[in-house]
């Protein structure tokens, strides 16, 4: 089975606590702030779905972030 991922943009008062935190959570392969709405944006990955849910919960869980939208993403050849 292929490894999936998702890009999850992240609402939070403070880009920059949120990316140092999130960083640290195993699965998420990369996370940066951004200029503008949303205000960070990872990308994390997992064996499955159901791994890659545990991942986007863990983000959901730091206090400072106020709201999550995941989307699913899949290589297209």
């Known amino acids: ?8 943009f992240i609402t939070t ?3 920059r606590k949120v990316v140092q935190s999130i960083r640290k959570i195993p699965g998420v392969a ?7 709405s949303p205000d960070v944006v990872a990308i994390v990955g997992g064996t499955d779905i159901s791994n890659m849910d ?6 959901a869980e730091n206090p400072l972030v106020a709201g999550t939208d995941s989307k699913v993403a ?4």
């Open 13 to 15: 008062k403070e880009p």
């Open 30 to 36: 990369k996370a940066d702030a951004l200029f503008g």
């Open 74 to 77: 899949r290589w297209i050849d």
């Open 54 to 59: 545990t991942v986007i919960d863990r983000i």
């Open 1 to 8: 089975m292929k490894k999936v991922w998702a890009y999850v």
